[in-house]
């Protein structure tokens, strides 16, 4: 399978850099698997789309200030850094920005903590040990990791964050959450549908772009996810009444799929790494129904969801957005994996 095969054309001007507000107010495209009729609604209408007794499952994953700024030792050198995810206290995987960072490079964050890269993980990525613990002063020396794409400075960073975020982790937010409100979840509840939770720390597979040119060739990297114990049992419960379980967003679907492959639990919840790669020819087990966001071409996200709907039906919702008949910048996302049922898509505004 060809890695052009998920290629499409990105008009710049389809990249909105700024949120609607409030955040349910972003637009809604319901497709029609059987026909491949189109809707357009906005997000509030989403439990038009839902039923009760579905289980939407949300990764409560929290964005950490995870972009911080540096000068190498002791030439002044400008240095970037994107934290992706901690080894121990001291310890950070890394994304770099900068030349000459090799093993031995030691650098001085802009509070005066100094660093020392210890390992090459390839690409450019670094194993970054810090002469202190970092998170301590994190929230005062890091900024939040807005995507390459967004060129506007967010103003509030809590806007960059579900609001149903707990957990402390993430370089970047799950971004199929932004568009939920407290008062949609609310509504969506007196509808009767479920909600469960799980966390898994977005890494680097968000930002690493796929250049082989084979699909089967790339290689996905771990990253951690955990599941308490009362959505372990919720999902069983949804399985056995043969409700929907709902993903909501990519990060989920990758846990959820997962689970379903290892079946690692315990009384206490279930913990683990998952690099599942998930493209066109997988077979879903655990996921009915998925939200998600618009994707770049060529990217593990974008296989996904062709791997979930069906590609060309993926491309030509693209290309529905892109064509113009929607003028203001737009992300497709809510999919019914059921080949028998009706599938619904939902184009978010971008954050």
């Not at 950490?64 to 030792?73: E, G, H, M, S, T």
């Not at 450019?124 to 002469?131: D, E, G, N, S, T």
């Not at 609001?163 to 007196?190: D, I, K, W």
């Not at 990758?254 to 683990?272: I, Y």
């Amino acid at each position: 399978m060809k890695t052009s095969d998920f290629d499409y054309d990105l008009p710049p001007e389809f990249i909105a850099q700024t949120p609607l507000e409030p955040r349910d107010a972003s637009r809604l495209l319901v497709l029609h698997r059987d026909n491949g009729r189109i809707e357009h609604h906005n997000f509030r209408e989403l439990g038009d789309f839902l039923r009760p007794g579905d289980l939407l499952v949300l990764n409560e994953t929290r964005v950490i200030p995870a972009r911080l700024y540096a000068r190498k030792i002791p030439t002044g050198g400008r240095v970037e850094l994107l934290l992706l995810g901690k080894r121990d206290s001291h310890t950070w995987e890394s994304l770099v920005g900068g030349k000459g960072l090799i093993p031995g490079k030691r650098i001085q964050l802009e509070d005066g903590l100094e660093g020392e890269v210890v390992n090459d993980l390839g690409g450019p990525r670094r194993l970054v040990r810090f002469a202190e613990p970092l998170e301590p002063v994190l929230d005062q020396i890091g900024h939040m990791p807005l995507p390459p794409y967004i060129h506007t400075p967010l103003g509030a960073p809590e806007r960059y964050q579900t609001v149903y975020a707990r957990h402390r982790g993430s370089a970047a937010a799950p971004t199929a959450g932004l568009h939920f409100t407290p008062a949609l979840l609310e509504t969506l509840t007196s509808l009767g549908v479920r909600k469960c939770f799980l966390t898994l720390h977005i890494g680097y597979e968000t930002f690493r772009p796929v250049k082989e040119e084979k699909v089967e060739d790339h290689i996905m990297h771990s990253e951690f996810y955990s599941i308490p114990a009362e959505t372990l049992v919720a999902l069983e419960k949804a399985k056995q009444d043969k409700r929907r379980i709902i993903a909501v967003g990519t990060t989920v679907c990758r846990v959820l799929e997962t689970l379903a492959r290892t079946g690692v639990k315990s009384e206490t919840g279930a913990a683990g790494w998952t690099d599942i790669f998930i493209y066109p020819g997988f077979e879903f087990k655990a996921v009915d129904a998925m939200v998600t966001n618009f994707h770049l071409p060529r990217s593990t996200l974008l296989m996904l969801v062709a791997a979930f709907a069906g590609t060309d039906r993926i491309l030509a919702a693209y290309r529905n957005v892109t064509s113009g008949n929607w003028r203001e910048p737009q992300i497709p996302s809510l999919w019914d994996g059921k080949a028998a049922q009706r599938i619904v898509k939902i184009l978010l505004e971008k954050i």
